[in-house]
């Protein structure tokens, strides 16, 4: 920020821009009845356009927002949205695909598909997959290609070995696991990608929906783990993209 | 107890035993200075003397309730003794010896070692040696032969497989493992002997001094693990005994 | 796991396994649709099938494991199946009976029972009943005779001490306890039996769905005490199993 | 007060009092230098004089404190006096009895002893002693009997037992223990005193400081058992001496 | 226990009973179809019959261990009955009553009452009215009279002053409140009376379903108040009858 | 209170008020059928009216409440109403208005508007609204004037940046925001106002319902931050026109 | 910040100032060796300037930080600062007073002393005065009176109302408490002030450090409550000369 | 790993390789009198030899395995040693540096540098340096180059704005902060690099030692945001170093 607060203020000195104009600038979003505001500029902050986190706003909300968006951009994304919101959503959006698995809404016009990098997904388990594909999708739409390695839990751990191979040549790994989370361990202790865990709310008991897989991933006893919240396949998506992208420079 | 009451009585009614004699049986313990009632029946309800728990007791009692054991049993054990303990207490009682690492008292004075199973004591790394040897200690004492494998964390896993015919000679497995306790999933997958998990306060931060260890364990993917309380290596080697012993009936 | 390295390499010395076959057989597992892998070659390494764990998978896909598991065993157990999928499922799966109380779908066609030993169910009250009873058809289903003992929690002990005969007639015991789950403590007291212990979600308030229980037993003061997750009677099952089938070796 | 409030207002209302004078009569204590208000009103309010607790107080403030009472009950207690505390006040209050094991300061210069009751403090373990002992010294202090039953967990019952029929001839029960605190419930099962039951800090690992003897407590199936805070020897002991002086009444 | 044992031993020596009666004399339960075990000698045990705790058991179950009950003692009481399960149960079990507020279910066929004493039931807000409901029905079936003082929090403490004079008129207090449960400090401060306190799970946010109010009432800084569980109107009914019997006798 | 207790026991002695008189006028509140004493000098204490917290009452106990309240006040407020009882309490209510977003029951008869001063209601995400919007309600009702900025967290900082200089011309800031909150102290950083944060139970996972936001307004590194419960849009306003009055005053 | 960019364009516009000039206005902090940055502007910001927070810090870093605070400022603080620590600092950083209660290493040069307002520090018994003095001390180097009132704790709740007369005449109030913290609740429901609550760490067993105290505070039934951090004087004295100072603008 | 069994198959099978010596080349560890393995082989699939974590090994264990991973590697790393174990291995291992601050061993004999990438670390206050420097130093043994930026909490944000053109220049950033956290989600929201955020237990009170950081973290609004253990340098430096890597190859 600082280096454009001093271009801007060198244009100004310069005659090459008024002051109000340069302030204009600077502001960088768009006002939705008092209730959103828009975050245009973040395509230029973050390399990506704002994704809309759908739970606690109503249908109406998410609509007025996503629309706004889709005249901006040619990917748009919301996540956390339930199948009734969607069945209300979906035929006022035109061109967006709605994902039950992942509870996702895409809209994506993009011409051709240029590839940050791969990104390897992993599950321990059946029951993970809907925040398994969270990630796949978010990472799709972020640029990367996807490859999918699901059900592969340390209690048939051969299941694993099989896929290492094929797990090696990703450039970025996201590993999903509920439950007590220990395959972030063992795929840690065995490649050189960078890790991306996801515990997942998925278990009963004791693990507390989520925090002992959590707790897992965090006291990874291999290296090169870094965590993300409690199903958040989104996030750890996210951050996929912006390592992939690092390579691609 | 049901039926020895049955017992009693009818010895009672068949007039070989008197109603006093027959009370004085059941009591079945000693008070010391009111501070502690050694309960001198439990090896024959539960097959082993009574164990010592040496913290938060003073020299003075561990002394007074070590030296009354031993007037009744060839093997007796104390646990968590300190080193400052110790060094008032070996002098004191003769043939004791004091382990630093598992912080254990022993006197043994058993003329021949009948052996009841071979336990496998695993830990994931060097650090929570002094939990593993106090299992190691503790079964030993009460009749296992021991089979250490220690630092085969999951970080560098072939150092577990290389283990793994050795492991599966074993009967039952006791299970060692701080910061994030995978090594007791990997295990778990693996094979068939009973594990006894012992999560350890090795670690950091969010391992919340064994919680995260603990959980992992309680919600392993794999089956056959049941576990013990954190730092907890003299129960898992008494679980370990009592398991053993089913097969030598 | 490096034995039978060991020997497929000897083997393929000795000419009489290609390279490609031997790599086929360590494999072990089927693809089902990308969302499942069946650990086909569990029953070699844990002396049990796969069992199907139901929560957070859709009837569609129990159906799809569960019909291919058919396939391979005698047995097939599914848990914590809801009477809404039950009744998906019971008609497509033939020969298969669900037990609403305890949750299960069991596929059993084994010709004759070969018992393993007896386990004995303890629980404290009726609410526990649910998961007593997940523990009890999970133990029949894995070779062991079954003894129950149902409510006889501490409130009232006598109802206990009546069944203690009958108790120590058994090779292994589980014990269910929801709220403080002080039945352990007591019966750890009084028996030579390893002791799996089971906390249960009942209660209210400070139970805090079962962490209070849990917690006594994790600390209990009697030994030959270890746990599994709250209600998991599945869990403690499969321990006796294993435990019970050392005695048969 | 509201009826204090009343009489006070009549007695202006006749003229036997001025405003001021019924005014002081209402404030009832004494400032101390700012740091303290002595409350010289609670012996008439709550039957007892106040206590002090030593814990976060200096020496300083603690024998300004005492002595102050000193001058207007002829019981003074103090808990929570560490030893070092102790060392420099017991050379300056004269008559003053320092108990290091319950760590209470006791000035006691009673003619005679009233008894209002017969409490009867149990604890489950040696290390408990310490609480079990905060409780019998503050008992005495408050005008109770004290019958002592100590070590009597329910890791070998018979001890309890044999102790029922002494136990069952007091009027309250005060009910110690650390770990998982079983006692409460067996002992809640057995007699129809009203039990205060006092979590100890004794344990490790899962038993969080007195966590899991404080969730026990408050779960317990046996009814007629109420908890006071972990460690809270004196709370118990306070609220026993309410209680059996309803029956004096 | 041991004193009872003592005299059957005696009897039997004395040739009054023989050994198979003396037996069937301590067993005192009923089983109905395994499933549950009437504990027919509590009201010796304890002063008061069993009582049925509600949640987690079928109408069915309950209504089998109601009826049972009935046939042995004139009043029978269930706890935590659901609206949906109370009319089920009511039309089959005659002479019962449902409270719909306190969720209750009583059977009262007492031809007089003998009071053992007056407990005061005190609660902070209009919200906690279920739980105060309930444990003055509860102490009611127990035998003691009841004064209510509700909606007197310390947000308008001059509600609390104004029945003080009420209030020190009972033997024994329960006080209930929910969100930070200040009243019982308060009224701890303020009266001679043994305060039961029952923290209620009524607040939000950071009262963490009652936890606030649990942990307020354990530090109370006041004396002579002990806690029972979250929502236990039950157990604090209960033990107030314990206490003031006490002084009947 | 105790100047008030002073001034009656004065007029007493000056014979200008009968102490009964003098005592009626301290009671202050009115009881409504024994569930409810409405606190009618809240006002003159506090200087707003006694304001309802709907949940855990009944639609009846409301109605009760509020209509009694209407007759004392020119401006009644409840909090916490859902959609089912505001349909049921408006058409029995007249004057009141409902807003579904923050739930609040309105009667506002206030013939002018006297503002105390200018609050400031910040929230940081589309989903906070209904908690923003509850703070909103609230202060209007207790005579501030509101200035709204909605939607501008962190992720987007220069949204929030742009609207500095309004939020500075605020007397006092609410500062609304779920997930991790952080919005507090980037505000807390910039500006002079006193701020009163709000957490939101907006997040999911490791937000814990709220705890996670709240814990980073605890902890706020800025200074000038205080804390209400998680939520409590309703006390954040109060406190909001606390302050804003000592201004004017 | 964002007029003041305004501001800073429009000055370059006019050629009033060059760029660069304007940029290092912005800037607005010192570099100390790399590992501290004076904000050398916050009292610019926040009326106040930067405290410097001990704890974690070497006496040699804090010297560093305080004397070049002192070439700016007429006022400095530092607060918890360790009795080992002062020991060095202060014969180093000449008029400087280390106040050993409240451990604050204070410089004073002011002139004259401006009082913005008169804020009551309340404590509830006399092992809260650490965190209360540390409030009192930042208070006043922060420009207002201070009103003491010490040991006033609900136990002995005449001693609050004896001073309320007092208390009423300050403009904002702190209170500190420990323990169960209802002290808070109670000054609430009395008095118009917006009340400060500061929890303290002082208690034992299920205080847990403060957090019981805490939540009592942030679920306070009364109204105009707000909460710092355990411990947190420095916080509510902060809070209360921005809430003071609103007053006097 | 299945890649590399199927190689070792087929070199068997080409009579390359005897089965003897393929299996050794699996092992790949060395073992150091049974405590601990030197996993020997981790740089081949991870990149950097094994890093020895020093707390809960004695100096003795740690100078045993430092020694022997010397030579084999050019760089040897170990952290969390105490100033105390570093005083004895420091004279015994030869060329070997230990820092204070960050409390790390280093044995660097690297001839030349050869850069992976540049990470940024940035920390909120100075008392976040020890683990700042933690992760400084590891990402430097680790081939990174590093850049600094301490002392930028938002309690000061123009610190931030000012070094945010440098902060854009690096590959990837390590975050350090403790109390709130906040610092996290600000820079998240303003960078494209991805952020590793490390929490540190810098704080009092409610910070839990370090939760509520580590919560804001993983809450964050900002996307691009992965977390790792509290206070974990060491494990960010790791992370970056693979993230880093990629890059290059």
Redesign the interface.
């Known amino acids: ?3 454009e ?2 271009e ?3 244009k ?2 310069a005659g090459e821009l ?2 109000e104009e ?2 204009e600038q ?4 768009e006002d939705i009845d ?4 828009i ?1 245009v ?2 395509v230029k ?4 356009p ?2 809309i ?1 759908g ?3 109503t249908a109406e ?1 998410i609509q007025a ?1 996503f629309s706004r968006l889709m005249t901006h951009h040619e990917t748009v994304l919301a996540t ?1 949205i339930s199948k009734e919101k969607a069945e209300q959503l979906v035929p006022q959006l035109v061109h967006v695909t709605y994902d039950e698995c992942s509870r996702t809404l895409l809209y994506d016009e993009r011409k051709s598909f240029r590839s940050y ?1 791969k990104v390897g997904v992993l599950c ?6 809907p925040v398994a594909e969270e990630a796949a999708i978010t990472a799709q739409a972020m640029g990367l290609e996807i490859a ?1 390695f ?10 694993l ?5 094929q797990i090696r040549t990703c ?2 790994l996201i590993v999903v696991a ?5 395959l ?3 795929v ?7 890790i ?1 865990a996801v ?1 997942t ?32 396949g989104f ?2 998506a ?2 996929a993209a ?6 691609k ?1």
Chains 1, 2, 3, 4, 5, 6, 7, 8 share one sequence.
């Open positions: 920020m600082s280096n607060i001093k801007w203020l060198k100004v000195e008024r002051a340069a302030y600077i502001k960088g979003y008092g209730f959103a505001k975050d500029q973040r902050r973050k390399g990506f704002e994704v986190y739970e606690g706003k909300q927002i956390r990098g321990a388990g059946t029951s993970d997959l999918r699901y059900d592969i839990g340390v209690a048939g751990i051969h299941r070995f099989d896929q290492l191979e450039d970025v509920g439950m007590e989370g220990a972030v361990s063992v840690g202790g065995l490649v050189q990608q960078p991306l515990p709310s998925i278990g009963y008991g004791a693990s507390f929906h989520g925090v002992a897989a959590l707790l897992t991933m965090l006291n990874s006893c291999a290296s090169g783990v870094s965590v993300v919240n409690i199903d958040n996030g750890a996210y951050q912006l390592i992939s992208r690092i390579k420079e």
